[in-house]
């Protein structure tokens, strides 16, 4: 939980769901120097009660499972790794538009891009993820066989046997 990750901004956006409905929960995953005061913040939120934090967790991947959509509101990324892990889990995906998630996401293919800053549409995004159970299914899987065929430990143990078969083959 560091600037970068844009955590105010979900915080904000979650307290606007939350004024239309109550039958979401914002849960955190992880630490970081904003922490504390990222729970400070929170506390003064109507959706307070409906948030939160349960710093690192070895277990993440286990909570994961029974999300229904994982959101990053982060303004700079690479390749976010919890990103991959919850498309792998076939967790539906809202993110913003940046370079790193955009390696990941395809907008309205394999999840919801919003553009950078723009609250607004992250959470019609969400709304639209939460509301459309097959949409967000179709999104989830998508996401799930992209990242499957593109950063698998299956598809990197394949290059590399392609990569020796080829090497063995030049040295005969």
């Known amino acids: 939980m560091i600037s970068r990750k844009n955590i105010t901004a979900l915080l904000d956006c979650f307290d606007n769901l939350y004024k239309k409905r109550q039958d979401v929960e914002l849960v955190l995953l992880g630490d970081g120097e904003d922490r504390p005061s990222l729970e400070t913040y929170a506390a003064t939120l109507p959706s307070k009660d409906a948030i939160k934090f349960l710093g690192f967790r070895?277990?993440?991947l286990q909570l994961l499972r029974d999300f229904d959509i994982f959101v990053m509101s982060s303004t700079l990324e690479g390749i976010p790794r919890c990103l991959m892990e919850a498309c792998a889990m076939e967790i539906p995906v809202s993110a913003y538009d940046i370079?790193?998630?955009?390696?990941?996401?395809?907008?309205?293919?394999?999840?919801?891009?919003?553009?950078?800053?723009?609250?607004?549409?992250?959470?019609?995004?969400?709304?639209?993820?939460l509301d459309d159970p097959e949409y967000a299914q179709t999104l989830a899987t998508n996401?799930?066989?992209y990242v499957e065929q593109n950063?698998?430990?299956?598809?990197?143990?394949?290059?590399?046997?392609?990569?020796?078969e080829s090497l063995c083959k030049e040295n005969r």
């Open 151 to 164: 950063f698998s430990a299956k598809r990197m143990a394949e290059e590399y046997m392609s990569l020796f």
């Open 58 to 60: 070895n277990d993440r």
């Open 99 to 129: 370079a790193g998630v955009d390696q990941l996401i395809t907008h309205k293919e394999s999840g919801l891009l919003a553009p950078l800053h723009d609250k607004a549409q992250l959470l019609a995004d969400w709304e639209t993820i």
């Open 143 to 145: 996401a799930k066989d």
